[in-house]
């Protein structure tokens, strides 16, 4: 069976994704784009993961 992706993921990924920017990468990932705008990737759903927990906690 599939997972659904939900609506907001869906949306959050076209408001955060951008084109493939080697010079965002760390160093080392030049050569293999695939690997290197994955990790760029999964660094920023962290960093937005860790802001929206912070604005949460601040809430209550």
């Given at each position: 069976m599939r997972e659904e992706i939900p609506y907001l993921v869906e949306e959050l990924y076209y408001q955060y994704s951008h084109k493939l920017v080697p010079e965002s990468w760390a160093t080392g990932f030049e050569?293999?784009?695939v690997q290197g705008h994955g990790l760029w990737s999964f660094y920023q759903g962290l960093r937005l993961g860790?802001?929206?927990?912070?604005?949460c906690l601040k809430m209550s």
């Open positions: 050569d293999n784009p860790m802001q929206l927990s912070t604005i």
